[in-house]
């Protein structure tokens, strides 16, 4: 079982920045898949960054350039940066533990990010 619980959410204007953060008990870390996905009002979660266990990581095409996931092992966190914050960027946050043998996921609660003037 691994408990996610993020944190970071919150009010800013547009062109601003915020960091997010997911940390996760447990001491499988390294062995999980790590995630940011969201989900704005009326429409459906979607991937926005993942990272695996060695750094590899992906993201949405809407935020490449912009958002940086990152993960420290050492701490079992994850954590996404998010620059040049656009209003279609407002919608709850949720960080994801996908293990990589067996597939079972976990996720965290979410915390909310809106972006408006």
């Known amino acids: 079982q691994v408990q996610l619980v993020e944190s970071g959410g919150d009010l800013v204007q547009p062109g601003g920045s915020l960091r997010l953060s997911c940390a996760a008990s447990?001491?499988?870390?390294?062995?999980?898949?790590m995630g940011w996905y969201r989900q704005a009002p009326g429409k459906q979660r979607e991937l926005v960054a993942r990272?695996?266990?060695?750094?590899?990581?992906n993201y949405a095409d809407s935020v490449k350039g912009r958002f940086t996931i990152s993960r420290d092992n050492a701490k079992f966190t994850v954590y996404l940066q998010m620059n040049s914050l656009k209003p279609d960027d407002t919608a709850v946050y949720y960080c994801?533990?996908?293990?990589?043998?067996?597939?079972?996921?976990?996720w965290g609660q979410g915390t909310q990010v809106t972006v408006s003037s």
């Open positions: 447990g001491s499988a870390f390294r062995l999980y898949v």
């Open positions: 994801n533990a996908r293990a990589v043998v067996g597939g079972h996921e976990y």
């Open positions: 990272i695996a266990s060695g750094g590899s990581t």
